[in-house]
């Protein structure tokens, strides 16, 4: 399937092409260009997974095929990087996913972002991305992945950061970068100590989880944990990092500062699942030798999901919204990493994981791109803004209530099964995280249909200055309505098919009570939000009232973006940076230039012996002559 | 004629060319023409150097050759390659050409400008060239002695200070070395100056415990070692744009070349003895260059702190001794050469507009000159290690080797060394969305034009060469890995 380097090798030439020829192409000619290479990929891609997945498998089990290979750097006689291909079923329903939601955004994008200056840089930094984010997926080994993972945060940097102008989107862009590089900090420690012991990068060798590769682990300990402990813990930091699991979340809300089309591509869809991707991936060592870290993942997991679904009820910024639930949605996801088991019908929770990547990816892009037709209409990200727009945007907004039904979890919307799946394997994990999920779950209900009802209901729309909302074009529609058909059906998928823990057949089942449960509580979280913001009423203000600190302090997202500006500008500028430069200047190099004033010194005080004047020659003559006479007499 | 004589010629041959040039179109030509030469010439070492081992020619060095100079002391004129040593010819060639382009304007004295350029390089190309340990000496002190000049005379600034500083500072440690060359040569049997040969000896282990230390200093001034690199802020900040293009790039690594080549390679037991100390010392050179960057506001300091991280680290990986860190800090030599002369001819080129070089001064300026703003964001991604670009993969070979040495000390310095990768992308960003993003701080910046034809040139080959390492690194590391294999395998015999 050598084809397969062709999805990685035309949006890289697209890029260096488009970001040659820059503005020396009109705005139309670059954004066909890239459309119509993303088209090609899309086709290549879904061209891929059709022949894996119906070749691949063998005698029930999807095989590891390497389509290709080269080694692109040789450390030593052990480590090298390849650059490689790797199809597996999670990748090829990566590749299926990222092409979609390109081609989606690039579509979009050609009228969203019609006449905006840098329209080709534009376009050419989606390539950038798309070529990142597909050799992420189908790495074939750690360090190739490692390698990408930093190429995408590139992209995502320069996206961020497109309206340069712009203050905010500068240090959205910088945030963004530097809390994501400190996670890859501990990415690639984890690498150094993986490759260290187990003497391979390759993604083959790893997960194979031969006991004799990971031997010589054993009996090395750190601080109480083994080594490959605090290597594993050590790549998901990475992993969190990508994904914005808490702490390191901060970045993901200030980069809506992009256009929303990149919020719905990279923020919503692809580079924030990376995270969880890395972690399926080497999901075998994991649930293998370190169960613990497993777990931790899991914790991880569901406190960032409980915790910005609190912070996203009470947002106004509509982008900040689904931001927000990114984050938690992504959490759902890495819980289900953490509390599944391996292999059969036990792997419940990976499948559940993957499948929940996939339906999120086609229902959150469909809701940033939604949102994104609605800032096209009203100019503004404030929900103050909004209210009733439900009679001048009709296609985005039943192709927006579409979205809000499938991430709260209303069958059949694809939302439905994949979050089902979730919560069953959670459940089955411990009933206490199960609770917490399911409660996670009504209050994404909640949030979205205040989201929903705040823009398309209440209030009576206020135009201002003769202006009215109308409807996007069809280049933006037309997303929007692929999406929404993908998001109804795609539930009914039978993902386990394809994709499960250990390649193998895995038969999706509906748990009754499961289901019920979380339907009831999805049920209770609109019901809520409708009452309180479908009509304008007193009723949220007063629930706002009533919950005053816990209000306020959720509306500044519990301070942590304090906490960031604290460390970095206090501690490094302050405290680190600023002594080390002075201690530079003034000790370093005052010794340096205090030797040297010495030396001049020194010459001034003595330059004097040659001073030509023979009474002083004699004086110092004579001097010399009794000193050693004294010393001849007295020794 | 050995063939590897010629880059020491060529510059010699256009210093009397310029000699004889009359105006300034003449003198541009007879230096580009120069530089060009030099450049093709390193093309055709490589290729003729890959021919020969490809062939099957696996003695240390390619290309010999010998002619006695002073019997008395057995000083000789010997020339020979490896592939670190081509690496670095390719690397001189390319700053060369550059440099030359990015003094396309200098004023004043254009004329005396280059033929101080030209005599610095030729001592440059004898330095790789040679190997014979007073020849060595001799072409190093060639390197440096226009340097004062250069910055004296063309500079910006506290120029004189600078010059003196760091003229003073560089010469101390060429007195070092002079002491430690003179004590190899004796301890060895003094009857050879011979790279080669004295290696084939055995110097006595305590006399090496002397002179490891005086030459590893004295070598790492010039590679900017804590606490011996202050002469780099100040010089740097005070060069002419080509000089600080050439010192940065390529002058700091003749520092890293003769540690690894003389103090290790001839006193293996005092290195694997010594190398904590100054293990200790260029891990914190990497942390420390890397956070009084963060603190600057002249871009040339930020530059000049970043070349003492990132130099940090080509010494830190030397010291590792293996032979995956020692071919990343040759990788490393490689790609910082190239990306802070990239750094510097920018700088150069935004200074000769804003005239300002204070980034709180600046602001916008993507807008007024995407060219300029475009390929300083590239500079600024290889020095933070993306990858496809040249950081990356030399970094990368660094840690990768600095991490097999399992010992406490090593892997909590690597660890620390490897910290600096964020900090770096601290440092760089903020410098980017200052000058480059957001409003034009000065209005009068409004009217500033983009880059000419020569600075293009310039700016286009260094970017060229910059993603041709950083994405194809496999020709070039392993040509220098097999060089150092047998370096290592010394080493190792010491042990």
Known sequence: MEYTLYILILP??????????????????????????????????????????????????????????????????HLHIDMGILLDPISVMMLVVISTVSLMVHIYSLAYMKGERGFERYYAFLSLFSFAMLGLVVSTNIFQMYMFWEMVGLSSYLLIGFYYTKPEAVAASKKAFIVTRFADLGFLIGILILSYYTKTFDFGILTSCDANVFASFSGVTFMGASALSWAMALIFIGGAGKSAMFPLHIWLPDAMEGPTPVSALIHAATMVVAGVFLVARLFPIYITFTPEVLHGIAYVGAFTSLFAAVIAIVQTDIKRVLAFSTISQIGFMMVALGVSGYGGQAGTGYMASMFHLFTHAMFKALLFLGAGSIIHAVHSNEMTQMGGLKKFLPVTRWTFLIACLAIAGIPPFSGFFSKDEILAATMHFSPGLGVIMTFTAGLTAFYMFRLYYRIFHGKKYQTTNGHTPHESPVAMTLPLVFLGVVTIFAGFIPFGKFVSSDGGYYHIHIDPTIATISVVVALAGIGLATWLYRKENDASAAVARKFNTIYRAAYHRFYIDELYLFITKKIIFKRISSPVAWFDRHIVDGT????????????????????????????????????IAAI???I | MNFLSIFVIIPLITLLALYAARNRKQINLIAATGATLLLILSGILTYLYLHERAMGNDSLMLFRADILWYAPFNIYYSVGVDGVSVAMLILTSIIMFTGVFASWRIDPLPKEFFLWFFLLSSGVYGFFITIDLFSMFMFYEIALIPMYLLIGIWGTGRKEYSAMKL??????????LLVSILGIYYFSGGDTMNLLEIAQRHIPVEVQRYLFPLTFMGFGVLGALFPFHTWSPDGHASAPTAVSMLHAGVLMKLGGYGAFRVAIYLMPEAAHEQAWIFLILTGISVIYGAFSAVVQTDLKYINAYS?????????????????????????????????????FALIGMIYGRTHTRLITEMGGLMKIMPFLGVSYVIAGLASLGLPGLSGFVAEMTIFVGAFQESDTLHRILTIVAVTSIVITAVYILRVVGKILYGKVQNPQHETLSDATWWERISVVTLIIAIVALGSLPLWISDMIQNSIMPIVGKLMAAL
């Open chain 2, 167 to 176: 003229t003073l500072m560089l010469m101390g440690g060429s007195a070092l």
């Open chain 1, 12 to 77: 890289l030439l697209s890029f260096v092409v488009l970001g040659l020829m820059d503005t020396k192409w009109k705005p139309v000619v670059a954004g066909t260009v890239g459309t119509a290479i993303l088209t090609i990929v899309a086709a290549l891609s879904y061209y891929t997974a059709w022949e894996y997945f119906s070749t691949a498998n063998l005698n029930g089990t999807y095989q590891k095929i390497i389509a290709f290979n080269t080694v692109w750097v040789q450390f030593n006689e």
């Open chain 1, 632 to 634: 001849v007499i007295f």
């Open chain 1, 592 to 627: 340096m230039n205090g030797l040297a004033s010495v030396t001049q010194w020194v010459s001034l005080k003595i330059k004097g012996f040659q001073s030509g004047k023979i009474q002083h020659y004699a004086f110092v003559i004579l001097l010399g002559t009794l000193i």
């Open chain 2, 307 to 343: 070349s003492v991280s990132h130099c940090g680290l080509v010494l830190f990986a030397i010291l590792m001794m293996n032979e995956t860190a020692m071919t990343g800090a040759v990788m490393q030599m490689l790609s910082h050469g190239l990306m802070t002369a990239l750094f």
